[in-house]
């Protein structure tokens, strides 16, 4: 029967075509917001490396240039005024805040390897502080200071993927080209820090060690604040900051409402997609379900011929039902000849083998289950028809 | 072989009810040839409809091979019509889709048949009727005589006990028409067929065993 099937299909593929055709930019249209939906179902399942939790960032923004000199002695007192509050547990500084896309990157080439990192800056014990976790070495220390070397903590990506098997700590990451570059010596491993929130992808991530003695000029305080602290921090905090410093402008935020905002920025395009991914998949099965429609009903006295000769209305059900999944198939497949060139070329990072195997199972289930809807009540109605019925059925 | 006994059939519509077969009892001999004639919209292909098991009769019963078909369920059915009853239209029903070969093989899909013996009794049904040399031609490259000898060899092919026409040259012009009544009269002598007919045409009944009238429902004697 099955050959049987193929070859109806095959006979009629002008007419079969156009189904071929919908199906296949369908299958697209579902593969790309499986890819997107799992892509980021799965990186929303990796941990952040970090608490975000009762923390607050105090952003300072100078609206004239940066005094060396003068404004550290500002910042420190800013950070001495903070401290002495009494809802403030712990206070450091970090360069490049959490849940946003301040980024520094760098890339460096050392024997013979491309390394390309991101890289970001925080003073000792602010690891802690955030809830980050060794993997190997050790975190930044007082034994760091005055050496002839820069401390580094680079990131377990960054070892899978520049010294898988290889132990990094004591190893120097400085630029080799630059004459006289000071060392830059991975002094610990740590677990992760997803500096971009829940939807960013795992890159290799580097720390380098600031000083909050000697904070030059690093603007981004991180303040964590005891539990159950009262909501007057944040208005009391920028009265003290505009009374030592009233020429530059603060923000204050919590990580929750960055990462809130950070959320809501990548879910809201995401959802838009989705509506309109369903509308056109809706509009597809609409159009699938009438191409079904007519296509049964032209069919009428073929099927009541095969009922006469022979073919249970259950037989009559599954043929239309086998026959849709087989031109299912051969639009899935045409879809598939186009998509498996994304992975191949890598045309984007993000799809891996991995995640598009997975999107395209989910892809194919989809588009069968749809195709299965779609035919079944048109089936259904066919065989309805008594077989002298359907022969004379005009 | 085949008895129907106190069949009626009416066909029920919003406000009337029509009549179509009234309490006829039929009974059709093991390698008869009958044909069933009367004015168009007596109930001819009704008749034959209910003796091929297509439709079911509003009251009364047929019997096939003296066992009377009580239930009617679709699975029972289907089953008897592809083993015993062969069916040619007067508008052939062949699917233009599908090569000569592969509607002759159409019945022999719902057995449980090899595809290799399927293809094999086709062809030797194709060769029956005098159609080998179309073997792999679409229908619509055949002429209306030619579509119905592939009908026949369609008919044929499964082996039934009984082969129900129902005006088999009705679309064809005399000469072709001629053809096919010589390939049924040859099917009914050489190889013993069951044939009943429906027709309109007094010259082609007559080349028949038997006449059964037909008129308003009812058998005239």
Redesign the interface.
Known sequence: ?F??LL??IW??KRSNSLIIAELAIAFIVVFALSVLAIRNYNLYQIPLGYNYENMWRIQIMPTRSWDETKDEDTLLQIIGAVKQQPEVEKIHLLSNPTFRNWRGTSSVTIDGQEIYYYRNRFDDKAAETFGMTLNDGRWFGPQDSNQNYSPVLVNQEFVDMYYPNESVIGKNIADPEIEDNREMRIVGVYQAFRQFGEFSAIVPYVFTRSDIQKPGRMLGIEVKLKPNADDSFEQRVLEILKSLAPENNYSIASWESQRDRQIRETTIPLTIFSIIASFLIIMVAMGLFGVLWQNVTSRT??I????????????IHKQIIGELAIVTMIGVSIAFLILVQLPMLGVFQELDWSLFWISLLASLVFMLTLAGLCGYYPGKIATNY???EA?HYE | MLKLNNISKSFQTDRIETIALSNINLHIEKGEFVSVMGPSGCGKSTLLNIMGLLDQPSEGNVAVDDKAIESYQDKHITGLRNEKIGFIFQSFHLIHDLRVIDNVELPLLYRNISAKERKALAAAALEKVGLKARTHHYPTQLSGGQQQRVAIARAIVGKPEILLADEPTGNLDSHMGDEIMKLLESLHQEEQATIVMVTHDEEMAKRTGRTIRVFDGQLVH
């Open positions: 029967m050959l049987h070859k109806m006979n009629r006295h073929e009541g011929l095969r009922r006469a000769l022979g073919a249970t209305a259950l037989s008594s077989p002298s022969l």
